[in-house]
């Protein structure tokens, strides 16, 4: 029993030496085929153009090509619930944002997945500010008539945005929460239709991400009243900011930053972390996300630990304030 013992020991003891060598040799051979990048909305939004720009340069770092994948459906959170149980091996990511990884919380009660427990963060990609945006033939020319025909209009007007829990739908529940009232909503799957019907004069208003509305704006094929964030941005300086505009209170500005399922292996986290980083250090790069409006975060914001941080604050900050519409 004794030899048994030891031979049971001695084999425990191999089979763990071995486990801790292959598990480093495996992260150092990371990635060995493409990678799938899944994008909870539709082509053409702001999530999925950023992913589209940083992870084309991460697929140069890394050797492998990264497959963007749409999910559209329930503003993100069905593409996020496949992420969150796709296998933990580094070959299944998702961008994700303060809608999918914030907001969902409040608004859906049965959310499948949590995004604290359930993802790895990565890396932050982009802040993008928020927009008060309406179609180019909407009465108001400015945001104190927008306030005002909105208010005085409520039955009559409606407001487009991605879905429930996406970040154009929860940044005007700010609005309106903040104006006191409830306009009817007009759900899109993304923001890149939902921005479509508004340059079509489908539908009245929207919030919606700088990235997706710079084009617009700059072609005049819809109409900006203010930017909800203390700074005019560079890529739209002639757009006030709300405060200048006559409403402080609305400030929103979302992010988007990339996930991988949990349990990924801490040193795969780590390769995909130093690769979005030299992403947003490469000069293309940082020219083609700020001439679209991104805020690009600095080197104390770009860590796992920093994202995971910014969840955690920003499902605190939206709880409250998105708990009464559910």
Not at 7 to 30: D, K, R
Not at 65 to 91: L, P
Not at 190 to 217: E, F, H, K, R, S
């Amino acid at each position: 029993m004794t030899v048994i013992r030891a031979l049971t020991g001695a084999c425990a003891a191999a089979l763990a030496s071995l486990c801790a060598f292959v598990a480093p040799a495996e992260a150092q051979t990371y990635p060995t085929r493409s990678i799938t990048m899944i994008v909870p909305f539709a082509a053409g939004g702001p999530t999925d153009v950023i992913s589209r720009i940083v992870t084309a340069h991460m697929a140069q770092t890394l050797g492998q090509s990264i497959i963007i994948e749409n999910v559209v459906g329930a503003g993100g959170t069905t593409a996020t619930t496949r992420a969150a149980r796709a296998a933990n091996d580094g070959y299944t990511l998702i961008t994700g944002h303060m809608g999918t990884h914030a907001a969902s919380v409040p608004l859906y009660p049965k959310l499948a997945y949590h995004p604290e427990k359930d993802f790895e963060p990565i890396a932050l990609l982009a802040g993008t500010p928020i927009l008060i945006l309406a179609r180019k033939d909407f009465p108001p020319k400015d945001l104190k008539e927008f306030v005002t025909y909105v208010k005085a209009n409520v039955e009559k007007v409606n407001a487009a945005h991605a879905g429930v829990g996406s970040v154009s739908h929860v940044s005007c529940e700010l609005l309106h929460s903040i104006l006191g009232i409830k306009p009817v909503g007009v759900p899109f799957n993304g923001t890149g239709p939902a921005m479509n019907a508004l340059v079509a004069g489908q539908v009245d208003y929207m919030c919606d991400q700088i990235v997706n509305a710079v084009p617009q704006i700059n072609a005049g094929t819809i109409k900006a009243y203010a930017i909800a964030t203390p700074e005019r941005n560079p890529s739209l300086p002639n757009v006030p900011t709300t405060a200048e505009a006559g409403l402080p209170a609305f400030q929103a500005q979302a992010w988007n930053a990339i996930f991988a399922p949990k349990g990924t292996s801490p040193a795969i986290i780590a390769s995909l972390n130093a690769a979005a980083i030299k992403a947003l250090d490469d000069e293309t790069v940082k020219k083609r996300l700020l001439e679209l409006g991104s805020v690009i975060p600095g080197a104390k914001d770009r860590t796992p630990e920093a994202l995971a941080t910014l969840v955690k604050n920003e499902i605190a900050k939206w709880t409250p304030v998105l708990k009464p519409a559910t």
